[in-house]
């Protein structure tokens, strides 16, 4: 099957970053999509007070061939998943920065957490909020793996649902992510309706915690009709009480990918953007999708012909 789709995969010659590489190539074996690896690398810098104390200077094509020699061992494990079109690239520079200029230029990035102090890492620590908020694709985070059935082939799907037009495009996502894998898709929508020292111990005594659990159910079933679109999935549907985040972490035990969206106010989105990103990220043990609002106008989709220069 042909696709015109690229994945590009951030790598940093990691296990936790290779594991990425699988992800994705075994993505692209199912769709017909390219793939494309990238390695970063920082240019050395000096001040005068360390070159006069006679620190030896590393040489910038040291970098580059070891930034080239991580892509090049990438690029053959990928070939390894399957029958794909594999590319890549060394690109100086922050590894955020870089992915999230690229993510203008492809249709979803892959990269790996806890990858012991390399790419994935400086992801998820000072600049962790930079791609996900800021990416203009999908991007997936696989996490170590530790235990269990592998990350693939994806054959359960949950997506967080707020309501919002931003979840609207996580819906969408995960629904296409369901035909691509062949998989079981759940959406769930959370509501901490728990009294006492919650989110939401404003709320009256008195209220009717299964009338508000319909009234957001019914909400969620518009939602996935509308995200739909006439397709024929079944998608299981579920309102909750509880913290989004937590639930999600705890789905992620039972499932294979968790979906959720970026850019939203309030809700599933609105958490993803603070503190929460940090929690789902760091504690779901499946891989994690964070999906961007629809592209719009100034941001044109990826064309068939890309080719990182």
């Known amino acids: 099957m042909g696709s015109k789709e690229v994945i590009l995969v951030g790598t940093d010659g990691s296990t936790e970053s290779l594991a990425a590489v699988k992800w994705a190539s075994d993505r692209a074996v ?36 070891g930034a080239q020699t991580v892509v090049d061992e990438a690029v053959e494990h990928a070939k390894k998943q399957g029958d794909i079109h594999v590319s890549s690239s060394i690109e100086p520079g922050d590894p955020a920065g870089v992915l999230v200029d690229m993510s203008k230029e492809v249709d979803m990035i892959v990269v790996g957490s806890r990858g012991g102090g390399g790419f994935a890492d400086r992801l998820l620590g000072t600049v962790s909020s930079a791609l996900p908020a800021h990416a203009k694709c999908p991007v997936v985070v696989v996490p170590r793996h530790t235990s269990g059935k592998s990350f693939t082939p994806v054959e359960r799907i949950v997506v967080g649902s707020d309501g919002s037009e931003v979840a609207s495009a996580a819906l969408k996502r995960s629904i296409d992510e369901a035909e691509a894998w062949d998989a079981e898709l759940t959406a769930i929508s959370a509501v901490p309706i728990a009294q006492g ?29 509308s995200a739909l679109a006439s397709r024929d999935i079944h998608v299981a549907r579920h309102a909750l009480d509880g913290s989004p985040a937590s639930l999600l972490i705890e789905f992620s035990t039972a499932v294979d990918l968790v979906v959720v969206g970026t850019r939203g106010r309030g809700g599933f989105a609105g ?15 499946c891989p994690v999708m964070i999906v961007p609002s629809e592209r719009t106008d100034d941001s044109p989709a990826p064309q068939g012909t890309w080719e990182r220069r």
């Open 30 to 65: 199912r769709t017909g999509a390219r793939v494309h690896v990238i390695c970063t690398y920082a240019l050395a810098s000096y001040s005068a007070a360390a070159l006069d104390g006679g620190y030896a200077m590393l040489d910038d094509e040291a970098l580059k061939r």
């Open 271 to 285: 958490v993803l953007l603070g503190s929460t990103s940090q929690t789902v990220l760091g504690h779901s043990t």
């Open 197 to 225: 020292n919650s989110m939401m111990a404003w709320m009256p005594t008195s209220i009717d915690r299964e009338a508000l659990l319909a009234d957001v159910c019914q909400g969620l079933n518009m939602a996935i009709d």
